[in-house]
């Protein structure tokens, strides 16, 4: 059984900034590729940032400057830095991690999803 819970979501006025945060916790061998992924209202869900277990990075056009996704591989934690919110990046923001259990099992796990509210 494995889980990745995301933190640190809510209400921020436009222009400012918020780090949001994904554990992943079970019975992991290893973790493979981490990514973010939001979906707004009426929307399909649609990647944001992913990082590989090396630290190669990869971000969707709308979000490249602001955000800066990032790993903690001994805590089995990724972090999304947001900067420069604009309303537009209102929407549930996801995780979600390719891993390998031990059992020697490929999973591939999402959060649970936590709110990001840009407003004034």
């Known amino acids: 059984q494995v889980q990745l819970v995301e933190s640190g979501g809510g209400l921020v006025q436009p222009g400012g900034s918020l780090r949001l945060s994904c554990a992943a916790s079970?019975?992991?061998?290893?973790?493979?590729?981490m990514g973010w992924y939001r979906q707004a209202p009426g929307n399909q869900r649609e990647l944001v940032a992913t990082i590989t277990s090396g630290g190669s990075t990869n971000y969707a056009d709308s979000v490249k400057g602001r955000f800066t996704i990032s790993r903690d591989n001994a805590k089995n934690t990724m972090y999304l830095q947001m900067n420069s919110l604009k309303p537009e990046d209102t929407a549930v923001y996801y995780c979600?991690?390719?891993?390998?259990?031990?059992?020697?099992?490929?999973?591939?796990?999402w959060g649970q999803g936590t709110q990001v509210t840009v407003s004034s």
């Open positions: 079970g019975s992991i061998f290893s973790i493979n590729d």
């Open positions: 979600h991690a390719d891993m390998v259990v031990v059992a020697k099992i490929k999973v591939q796990a």
